[in-house]
């Protein structure tokens, strides 16, 4: 027996503790695993050191590893007999392992814990639970260092009770005692109620990480789509742009070829004019040198003789009317009015651009304002648009506000304007806008519109909230009505004559409130939008009636 713990203790591997598999004999003439001799290797070769794991041998290179045939065949042998290595160290229990109460000297790991002999056993002392079948009836779980916990300390014994009274476990003498008359029942049926609800609290968690699973899936196809849609406006942005960049380009090169060849043409007619002036000068010259000699001459006879033979002067070219020196600076005034109504254009649509940028709403919708003060955080600054105002229709107050007149007003003609009284904003509604409405009269619409509403004619498809372009409030001094596709809805609130007005273009959200002291919803819409949506007034009654968009601060 001796001889074969020798045996045993040679076929047992130093790094991992267990037989050896697939053994290996290193140079120094240790045995391990091939695996965990390659391991141990793989870790030490980043610090390019090789050594043997208990000798601590160096080597350079790195032997190569052939497996051990006769260590392999021993170790199959040994199997077969039935025969196992001595206890590893890590069989034995540490200061945080649950021991074996049957051990003597160095006590194994416990396998199980018994909760009828309240003690617990390593394998070979678990062997009699298992096979003897007086311990058919033993509770056996897993190794527990809280035995004692079950035991009562006030009588010494298994406490198998719950009080339901105090909510906590007994014993049997426990029952008659200081428990006496408590309700009480035996611990397994307390354990079954109990794990009644574990369940159906387990069952309600796993139905939470199975809804916040697909939440996580959602909101994983949500980023997907994002960076889609983002790559793809990115895309489609730079080609325009790119666009835009060649047509100032083409535009910048006509100019330059225009300028260039008017430059070419006048500088010809010019030089050409210039040569008949020099022509002109030479024959001058020419002449008054001719009636200088002549003058000069004192035979009076010559002089009179000579002075018929003198030509005739040419006809003297047109005087010249030169221009003030503007040249083509009426050019560069027209290329810069260009730019000026260019920067103006680009930076109003550019704020446009910009909200929708900032303002999309890429994960759950957000809930919506409660007080003024949070509607303020989405405030936005309204200006009505002239080419949309009818000619009955009179805009002030920087074009935030507009009135009813009895004789039209002197506006150019323009495809934008409406035929009857409405007239919209400059400024594109997306995502969360919120804007407020001072209104004074007999009555007005507050609208949102479609900018690809009908403007001609006095039908349903041009008047705000009679199709489906269009949704519309109607303020009068005593009551409020909601139009959209020519149904109506009657709509209960407090008079007032501000109203405020909510848009989350995302969410479809549209809100009308009554705002005074306090704010008090008037009517609200769900509905999908699909284009940018702009604001707008239709006054109804004629002439006489005011709506301001009011600066908010």
């Given at each position: 027996m001796a001889q074969t713990g020798v045996q045993l203790d040679t076929i047992s591997c130093s790094i991992c503790l267990d037989l050896l598999k697939d053994p290996v004999t290193i140079p120094c003439g240790h045995n391990y695993c091939m695996n965990c001799i390659k391991t141990h290797w793989d870790e030490e070769d980043e610090m390019q050191i090789l050594s043997c794991p208990q000798c601590r041998q160096f080597f350079i290179p790195r032997p190569v590893l052939v497996k051990n045939?006769?260590?392999?065949?021993?170790?199959?042998?040994?199997?077969?007999?039935?025969?196992?290595?001595a206890p590893a160290d890590h069989c034995y229990a540490g200061s945080e392992d649950v021991s074996c109460d049957v051990c003597t000297g160095r006590k194994l790991k416990a396998f199980k814990s018994c909760l009828v002999c309240l003690i617990s056993?390593?394998?070979?002392?678990?062997?009699?639970?298992?096979?003897?079948?007086?311990?058919?009836?033993?509770?056996?779980?897993?190794?527990?260092k809280k035995l004692?916990?079950?035991i009562c300390s006030r009588h010494d014994e298994v406490m198998k009770m719950f009080c339901c009274t105090d909510q906590q476990c007994i014993c049997y003498l426990c029952s008659v005692d200081e428990h006496k008359g408590h309700d009480t029942v035996s611990a397994a049926a307390e354990?079954?109620?109990?794990?009644?609800?574990?369940?159906?609290?387990?069952?309600?968690?796993?139905?939470?990480?199975?809804?916040?699973?697909?939440?996580?899936?959602?909101?994983?196809?949500?980023?997907?789509?994002?960076?889609r849609s983002a790559d793809k406006a990115v895309e489609d942005s730079e080609k325009i742009f790119t666009q835009l960049i060649l047509l100032i380009q083409k535009r910048s090169s006509d100019v330059k070829q225009?300028?260039?060849?008017?430059?070419?043409?006048?500088?010809?007619?010019?030089?050409?004019?210039?040569?008949?002036?020099?022509?002109?000068?030479?024959?001058?010259?020419?002449?008054?040198?001719?009636?200088?000699?002549?003058?000069h001459t004192e035979d009076h006879t010559q002089f009179l003789h000579n002075y018929p033979s003198l030509s005739a002067l040419s006809e003297s070219t047109s005087s010249i009317n030169i221009r003030p020196l503007r040249y083509f600076k009426d050019v560069t005034a027209a290329v810069s009015e260009l730019r000026d109504k260019l920067q103006d254009f680009l930076r109003e649509k550019w704020t446009n651009v910009s909200l929708t940028v900032t303002e999309e709403d890429v994960l759950l919708p957000q809930p919506e304002p409660k007080t003024r003060a949070d509607f303020l955080k989405y405030s936005h600054q309204i200006t009505l648009d002239q080419n949309t105002t009818n000619t009955y229709l009179l805009l002030s107050e920087e074009n935030r506000k507009s009135t009813s007149m009895s004789q039209q007003q002197s506006y150019s003609s323009h495809p934008d304007r409406f035929t009857c009284w409405q007239v919209l904003s400059r400024e594109s509604l997306t995502g969360r806008c919120y804007w407020e409405v001072e209104w004074r009269g007999r009555g007005v619409h507050l609208a949102i519109a479609y900018k690809n509403i009908n403007r001609v004619g006095r039908s349903n498809k041009c008047r705000f909230g009679f199709n489906d372009k269009s949704w519309a409030l109607r303020c009068e001094k005593n009551s409020y009505t909601f139009w959209y596709n020519r149904i109506q809805t009657p709509v209960s609130g407090p008079p007032s004559s501000r109203v405020g007005?909510?848009?989350?273009?995302?969410?479809?959200?549209?809100?009308?409130?009554?705002?005074?002291?306090?704010?008090?919803?008037?009517?609200?819409?769900q509905t999908t939008f699909i284009q940018p949506l702009y604001a707008g007034l239709w006054f109804h009654y004629g002439f006489g009636d005011t709506a301001e968009f009011c600066k908010l601060k």
């Open positions: 045939t006769m260590l392999a065949d021993l170790v199959e042998e040994l199997k077969k007999t039935g025969l196992q290595a056993f390593c394998e070979k002392h678990f062997q009699p639970h298992f096979e003897s079948p007086a311990y058919e009836k033993h509770k056996l779980v897993d190794p527990s004692q916990e079950n354990r079954t109620e109990r794990q009644r609800e574990l369940e159906v609290s387990r069952q309600n968690i796993q139905e939470r990480i199975q809804d916040r699973e697909k939440d996580v899936k959602e909101l994983q196809q949500q980023v997907e789509a994002i960076n225009q300028v260039r060849s008017q430059q070419e043409t006048e500088v010809s007619r010019v030089k050409e004019l210039q040569e008949k002036l020099e022509q002109e000068i030479t024959e001058l010259k020419r002449k008054d040198a001719e009636m200088k000699k002549l003058s007005v909510y848009l989350d273009h995302s969410a479809g959200i549209l809100s009308f409130y009554s705002v005074s002291e306090t704010m008090t919803l008037l009517h609200r819409v």
